[in-house]
């Protein structure tokens, strides 16, 4: 056999490089090949001794083909497709085979490709035992895990175990939604008007907001209580007095899962744990004084407090553990803490406006430490960003205009009614003794009948009643010496407290001279609220943080114990002593309140458009008539609110003698058109003996409807 010439083996090797398109000058032949295809190579030169030309073109060209073929299966296939190839031309050499050119040459090509393809890799007697590839998830199957996350996420369960638990502590008030009220149907059902009233004008006549039809003639009536205008949309949906019997029924249960919720994401955003914030929400929100406020809606409704503060403190990256982290601020959410501030002051200025002032001495507060820190940095680093500081001024701006609208009806009120102006007196009636905060109100299923005695004594009961709740006393106490807090925000803390419990005592605290009567005096607005004890909200929280910083220890404490066992996880029994705060805290909130049902409306107050007057016309049944105009929302003369207009206190004394002359001609000169005399509420009344009245000298004409007299003027 003769051995392949030099040039044989460039041109085969030349010919195999323009084919698969590398640059045949970049390296040498033998570093072109692959390593494989490099021992194959070797392996048939060894095996054949030499190459004639031939062989060396056809090497070229089968290499050619292999590489090709290894463009398509991608993987080591090709190599042993070309070896075969290799060791078929060595094979022809030997046998003395002349090559073909021409047409010979492209039909080997083809068979070499085809060859290729068939030769299958080697099994891994192993592969069977491997795990299967991971499926790529489809639409459907990425919706469904979307949907299963967000079920199971942190927020969602606060959320729905928030409403949960309100269902379950304010039972039951959903028992009979359409027909009964919490506590009674007094202020309850003015309430429930208040947002009948301000969906119904609000699409009708929104001019008209401020000069209700209760109230007849008076004029901003609408601003003689605290107005809950932030439930108008509520308002939009269904009339009449059933319709707003049950609107009322379900914000009253919705209010109390708003400020669970709040609560919590207060105390998480501060750096307390889950099981530390559901205590401090629940004592929160069911605190045994708050029983007394069942049938004060404005009252219940604070759950905007705790949440705006949150969201506020999560938008500047701030909380009670880790300070402030410029990395996690964020405009959006300190922007939607400013619109939930604004909602929660269109509820009322009862909490209101206490909650406005405490934002304007945290954003005081803020500002001077922020500044004072970063003085000598003022011009080098911000403190803030753009985005952050915009967000505020336009939040900020939102909040006071919404409070400063609001506001103007009220100093109205005050100009034109002076008897609207609360005293010192008045203060001294309402706001609690000491002894007031280790008193449970009746409606308490634990404390109410065990302190009958001692509550007999308070003048005022329902507004000096405010134990905030001995187990929440016991783990406030705690938080000082065993807590999550570091030790001078234990110390801010229980500061917060006894400044917001003297406050609380209005003038009853050593007279109130250096505490509450400056505010009293000097703070505008500030003249207006009525019952200090209920700047008992702020103590109860301040309680509530201190008391999560207990828990939120004790369960880290469960942890480290659960460390050093086998499992790693804590057992039954150490799970169980993380919910025993918990399950007390929810105990001594469990209420016994009344729900008595409403009377029902009269039949002419669903035709009758007025203006008119329901007799008896005394405080029993003012906010009942007020609920009964929701069908037409008639003027009428009735209503009640935190004071009674001279004019109503004059029109009382006036139609005592009703049905008579002067009485008649009172009422028409004041624009009265139907008299409603209600058969069952008369005894004991002035109008006991006016059913049998003749009326045919007063020139008025005398109806029964019903269960009622009608008298048209």
Same mark, same amino acid.
């Given at each position: 056999?003769?051995g ?49 030309d031939?062989?060396a ?15 398509d ?18 094979k ?7 090559r ?18 068939k ?6 007697? &192993? ?11 489809t639409r459907r ?10 079920? $199971? #996420? ?19 008030? +959903?028992? =009979?939604p359409? #027909? ?27 001019g ?20 809950l ?14 319709a707003?019997?049950?609107? *009322?029924?379900?914000?009253?249960v ?8 709040g609560? *919590? ?14 205590? %401090?929400?629940?004592?929160?929100t ?18 905007? $407090? ?18 402030? !982290? ?38 005081i507060?803020?500002?001077? $430490?922020r ?12 403190p ?15 909040f %006071? ?13 005050? #100009?034109? =009614? ?5 005293r ?12 007031? &905060? &280790?008193?449970?109100?009746?409606? @308490?299923?634990?404390?109410g ?15 000096m009643? /405010? ?6 006393y ?8 065993? @807590? ?5 925000? !234990? +110390?801010?803390?229980? %500061? ?5 419990a ?6 009853n605290f050593?007279?109130?001279? *250096? ?52 499992t ?21 909130? +469990?209420?016994?309140?009344? #729900?008595p049902?409403?009377?029902r ?9 007025g203006?008119?007057?329901? +007799?008896?016309?005394?405080?029993t049944?003012?906010?009942a ?17 935190? &004071?009674?207009? /001279? ?18 001609? =009172? ?10 005399l ?17 009326v045919?000298s007063?020139?008025?004409? !005398? ?7 009608v008298?048209?003027?």
């Amino acid at each position: 056999m003769t051995g392949g010439s030099p040039e044989a083996d460039a041109e085969g090797t030349g010919g195999a490089a323009a084919k698969t398109g590398e640059v045949a000058e970049a390296e040498p032949p033998h570093q072109r090949l692959k390593p494989d295809e490099s021992a194959s190579a070797s392996d048939a030169k060894s095996a054949s001794g030499a190459k004639t030309d031939g062989d060396a073109k056809a090497e070229g060209d089968e290499t050619s083909a292999d590489k090709a073929a290894d463009g398509d299966a991608k993987d080591d296939t090709p190599t042993k497709a070309g070896v075969a190839g290799k060791g078929d031309a060595v094979k022809e050499g030997k046998d003395g085979e002349e090559r073909k050119e021409g047409k010979g040459d492209e039909r080997k090509d083809s068979d070499t490709k085809v060859d290729a393809t068939k030769v299958e890799p080697p099994r891994d007697p &192993f592969a069977a035992f491997a795990p299967e590839p991971e499926r790529v998830p489809t639409r459907r199957r990425r919706a469904v895990r979307a949907v299963g996350r967000f079920l $199971i #996420h942190e927020w969602t369960l606060a959320s729905v175990g928030s409403l949960v638990l309100a269902v379950l502590m304010t039972w039951p008030t +959903l028992r =009979y939604p359409l #027909h009964t009220l919490p506590q009674d149907f007094h202020d309850p059902a003015l309430q429930a008007w208040q947002m009948a009233w301000s969906g119904h004008i609000l699409i009708s006549d929104p001019g008209r907001l401020w000069d209700s039809n209760t109230f007849f003639p008076e004029p901003l009536s609408f601003a003689f209580s605290d107005t809950l205008l932030g439930y108008a949309p509520a308002g939009l949906i269904g009339d009449g007095p059933a319709a707003a019997i049950l609107r *009322y029924n379900i914000m009253f249960v919705l209010a109390h899962a708003l400020a669970t919720f709040g609560a *919590y994401a207060l105390v998480r955003q501060l750096g307390a744990g889950r099981t530390g914030a559901i205590v %401090a929400g629940a004592a929160y929100t069911y605190a045994p004084w708050m029983l007394a406020q069942a049938g004060h809606l404005h009252i219940v409704s604070n759950g905007g $407090i705790p949440l705006a503060l949150a969201m506020l403190a999560r938008g500047h990256g701030w909380s009670l553990a880790h300070g402030f !982290r410029p990395e996690r601020r964020h405009a959006g959410w300190a922007f939607a803490g400013w619109l939930v501030a604004a909602w929660q002051i269109s509820l009322g200025f009862g909490i209101g406006l206490v909650f406005g002032y405490v934002l304007g001495v945290i954003a005081i507060v803020t500002i001077a $430490i922020r500044v004072g820190r970063r003085v000598r940095q003022w011009r080098i680093r911000r403190p803030w960003g753009e985005r952050l500081v915009i967000a505020d001024l336009l939040g900020g701006l939102v909040f %006071a205009g919404t409070g400063a609208l609001l506001a103007l009806p009220y100093f109205d009120v005050a #100009h034109k =009614y002076p008897e609207a102006t609360r005293r010192v007196q008045d203060l001294e009636a309402y706001a609690p003794p000491p002894s007031g &905060f &280790f008193i449970a109100p009746p409606e @308490s299923l634990i404390w109410g009948d065990l302190h009958e005695n001692v509550r007999d004594g308070l003048r005022w009961p329902a507004e000096m009643t /405010v134990l905030p709740g001995y187990v929440l006393y016991a783990l406030a106490i705690a938080g000082l010496f065993f @807590s999550i807090w570091k030790v001078r925000h !234990r +110390l801010l803390l229980l %500061a917060g407290v006894l400044v917001t419990a003297i406050l609380a005592m209005g003038p009853n605290f050593f007279g109130g001279t *250096y505490t509450y009567l400056p505010l009293f005096n000097h703070l505008p607005g500030w003249d207006g609220l009525r019952t200090p004890g209920r700047l008992m909200l702020w103590t109860t929280l301040l309680l509530g943080i201190l008391a999560a910083g207990t828990v939120s220890a004790l369960v880290r404490r469960v942890n480290d114990i659960a460390a050093t066992r086998v499992t790693l996880r804590p057992g039954l029994l150490l799970r169980l002593v993380t919910l025993v705060p918990l399950l007390l805290v929810l105990v001594e909130g +469990l209420n016994t309140t009344p #729900h008595p049902v409403v009377p029902r409306q009269p039949e002419v107050m669903r035709t009758d458009d007025g203006p008119m007057m329901v +007799l008896p016309f005394n405080l029993t049944y003012e906010q009942a008539v007020m609920l009964w105009t929701t069908t037409r929302f008639q003027p009428v003369v009735n209503g009640g609110s935190g &004071f009674t207009p /001279v004019r109503q206190e004059r029109t009382r004394e006036a139609v005592k003698t009703f049905p008579d002359q002067a009485s008649v001609d =009172y009422l028409r000169e004041l624009g009265v058109r139907t008299v409603v005399l209600l058969r069952d509420a008369l005894s004991g009344t002035p109008w006991q003996a006016a059913v049998d009245l003749p009326v045919d000298s007063l020139g008025i004409q !005398r109806e029964e409807i019903g269960n009622t007299i009608v008298y048209r003027l």
